[in-house]
């Protein structure tokens, strides 16, 4: 039996120290939810907001339903949302709870609503930042028997269990998590502006090029005179797709396998290593056709179809699955600049027409054969890509620092919410 130590208590929700105490979380919040009725919409008015409408980054009004100011009225008075109170969705959207903090009225539906007007003994911020614990999560888990959620009641949410800290000590732990939460939007932030500038860069030096004064008319639009438009097919050695059938069979183990590069693995620029598959030796030296080399461009053919990766130079050996391979020939072209081409405007809207015309929705490679791109000279190409590499580079370093951030407050959440931490 693990011993506990002085000052600490058990717990039916875990350890606490002595002074906190367990309440449930009605007796000490009002604890309500939207209405039940489902409104006539209309063109303009109240914003009707649901659980799908609750976001990592507050409410989402970009595609909201509108009801009539009698409506609102109606359904305020059972649940008149204030600045300061909690939205947790209930139904589809479970979760994403978020503090209300805007200067126009809505009405809400299959949202439960969490008011602390007046409150002497909870903390709102400190409230929030329960709602997202494992403190929470595992009492839902337990409710549900470990299933899938789709739909939380609301006597669910009123039956909470949480932990009690003093009221200033709960708002001592929200000023500390907020200040991580601080760090971490200023992050987020630096990496919006990092990919606008990306985005932009792109769509300039893919059209304009660097340094040209003159330009020419072309089935891609206005090009540098310099450049040539031709097929992918002109620039490349080989198109083909990976193995494309059933090797669940052959899946193994990391030591006794090489990769095997899926859909889901194929992002935007990179591959994805996150929920890797490895496939047996034996299969992968009877499927040489859809063996990977460096700098291999991949496009998925199914889901986010279009978009391209590259094969990096430090890639270890891996096979692929269902996806088109475009082996470049570097005396015609710049495959990190092929790659950039391809997830530019000028080759996803050639994509997106060609996926339209196809009776399954995914490209064949006859048809990304045929794919116009522009063709710059050799060294132009390869000062595009370092650009834009640069770029890319950046983003990785900013995406890194920010789940770094994010795991320290995960950490720093479970301490001082459980009181292993006190301040």
């Known amino acids: 039996m693990t011993r506990i130590k002085d000052g600490y208590k058990d717990t039916e929700i875990g350890v606490i120290p002595n002074e906190w105490n367990v309440a449930k979380l009605e007796t000490i919040c009002d604890v309500r939810d939207g209405t039940h009725d489902s409104p006539k919409y209309q063109e303009s008015g109240i914003p009707f907001i649901t659980s799908k409408h609750l976001t990592d980054n507050g409410v989402d009004f970009s595609d909201v339903n509108y009801?009539?100011?009698?409506?609102?009225?109606?359904?305020?008075?059972?649940?008149?949302?204030?600045?300061?109170?909690?939205?947790?969705?209930?139904?589809?959207?479970?979760?994403?709870?978020?503090?209300?903090?805007?200067?126009?009225?809505?009405?809400?539906?299959?949202?439960?609503?969490?008011?602390?007007?007046?409150?002497?003994?909870?903390?709102?911020?400190?409230?929030l930042n329960l709602l997202k614990s494992t403190i929470i999560d595992k009492q839902f888990s337990k409710l549900s028997n470990g299933g899938v959620q789709s739909f939380i009641a609301l006597g669910m949410i009123r039956s909470l269990k949480i932990p009690l800290p003093p009221?200033?000590?709960?708002?001592?732990?929200?000023?500390?998590?907020?200040?991580?939460?601080?760090?971490?939007?200023?992050?987020?932030?630096?990496?919006?502006?990092?990919?606008?500038?990306?985005?932009?860069?792109?769509?300039?030096?893919?059209?304009?090029?660097?340094?040209?004064?003159?330009?020419?008319?072309?089935?891609?639009?206005?090009?540098?005179?310099?450049?040539?438009?031709?097929?992918?097919n002109s620039v490349s050695q080989k198109i083909n797709v990976g193995f494309v059938g059933t090797c669940e069979k052959f899946y193994t183990d990391k030591a006794n396998g090489v990769l095997m590069i899926r859909t889901g693995n194929v992002k935007e620029g990179k591959i994805d290593l996150s929920n890797l598959k490895h496939i047996s030796y034996e299969f992968h030296n009877k499927n040489t056709k859809s063996q990977l080399k460096i700098n291999d461009l991949l496009i998925a053919r199914h889901g986010s179809s279009g978009l391209c990766s590259i094969v990096p130079e430090d890639f270890p050996e891996a096979n692929c699955l269902n996806i088109v391979m475009i082996r470049i020939d570097t005396k015609k072209s710049n495959p990190i600049f092929t790659m950039y081409l391809f997830n530019s405007n000028i080759v996803q809207i050639q994509m997106e027409q060609k996926k339209a015309g196809s009776t399954q929705g995914v490209v064949n490679t006859k048809e990304i054969a045929k794919t116009m791109i522009v063709i710059p000279p050799l060294e132009e190409q390869k000062q595009i890509a370092d650009i834009l590499s640069t770029a890319d580079e950046k983003l990785e370093v900013l995406r890194a620092k920010k789940e770094k951030y994010e795991t320290l407050k995960k950490g720093l959440l479970q301490k001082l919410l459980s009181g292993e931490v006190r301040v």
Do not use: C
């Open 167 to 232: 009221l200033k000590e709960q708002e001592k732990i929200a000023d500390i998590l907020s200040t991580a939460d601080d760090k971490i939007d200023v992050i987020a932030s630096q990496i919006e502006k990092t990919q606008t500038l990306k985005k932009g860069l792109l769509q300039k030096l893919l059209s304009e090029g660097i340094g040209h004064s003159k330009f020419k008319d072309s089935e891609l639009g206005k090009i540098p005179d310099s450049w040539g438009i031709d097929t992918i």
């Open 67 to 127: 009801i009539s100011n009698e409506d609102h009225i109606s359904f305020s008075k059972r649940s008149l949302v204030e600045n300061g109170d909690i939205l947790f969705g209930m139904i589809g959207t479970i979760g994403k709870p978020l503090i209300v903090n805007y200067d126009f009225e809505f009405s809400i539906k299959n949202v439960a609503l969490l008011k602390f007007k007046d409150n002497t003994q909870l903390n709102n911020s400190f409230t």
